[in-house]
């Protein structure tokens, strides 16, 4: 079984359209992101979270939320879908680490996202 | 300019060869340098993490950093058709923030 989870895997719905995507991991790890994946742009950081209290904005954070239902589930939703938002969707987590150093993310196998 | 700039390729090599794939990036406060490899429709896995300048190696592959010049280097000897997929480079500074700054990844195609 997979350690990070996402639901579901490929999802095609309509401008306008309220959509959630689900994140779970079995890690153990207190922190989760929300990354998204275009060509030629790489992984760009929605929302992070250090921990179920801790909800923090990432690079591109408009027009998304988040929940953190608890430390082993992430969800992350579009209120009102437009197309610009087709892309690939990837849940991580990592562990706090130590001090000043910082650990690895771990990633899931992404929801392909297509907004028409 | 983007913090973060790596060369998207394609990348294609006979088997066997020698690979190197590249980033540079522009804040001198990173500290952290990963390596992830992403096969087609799946998530990036983690190859390679190093902290600082310096060489590491692990089987066929080695990261290098150099912090003076700001650029950072993977190398994959005897290449195989198998290691046809999509690199990325990650860094973050110091300070435990947890925020990774990706490159545009490269990918590989390893031809039999």
């Known amino acids: 079984d997979a350690d990070v989870t996402q639901t579901p895997r490929n999802r095609i719905t309509k401008t306008g359209k309220r959509i959630m995507l689900e994140c779970s991991q079995t890690k153990g790890h207190d922190r989760m992101y929300w990354y998204r994946q275009d060509p030629g742009l790489g992984l760009r950081l929605i929302y992070y979270s250090f921990d179920v209290k801790d909800i923090n904005k990432g690079e591109i954070s408009d027009g998304y939320s988040v929940s953190r239902q608890a430390q082993a589930k992430f969800s992350l939703s579009l209120e009102s879908a437009i197309p610009n938002q087709t892309a690939l969707y990837f849940c991580?987590?990592?562990?706090?680490?130590?001090?000043?150093?910082?650990?690895?993310?771990?990633f899931g196998d992404g929801t392909r996202l297509s907004i028409l | 300019q983007k913090e973060v700039e790596q060369d998207p390729g394609p990348l294609s090599v006979p088997e066997g060869a020698i690979v190197s794939l590249n980033c540079t990036y522009s804040n001198s406060a990173f500290q952290y340098f990963m390596w992830y490899r992403q096969y087609s429709r799946k998530g990036p896995e983690l190859l390679m993490y190093?902290?600082?300048?310096g060489n590491k190696e692990d089987g066929r592959f080695t990261a290098q950093v150099d912090k003076s010049s700001k650029y950072i280097s993977l190398f994959i000897r005897d290449s195989q058709p198998s290691d046809s997929a999509t690199y990325l480079c990650a860094m973050t500074a110091s300070g435990n923030t947890g925020k990774l700054i990706f490159g545009q990844g490269t990918t590989l195609q390893v031809k039999p």
């Open positions: 190093t902290y600082s300048s």
């Open positions: 991580a987590t990592s562990d706090p680490g130590t001090g000043m150093s910082n650990q690895p993310q771990h």
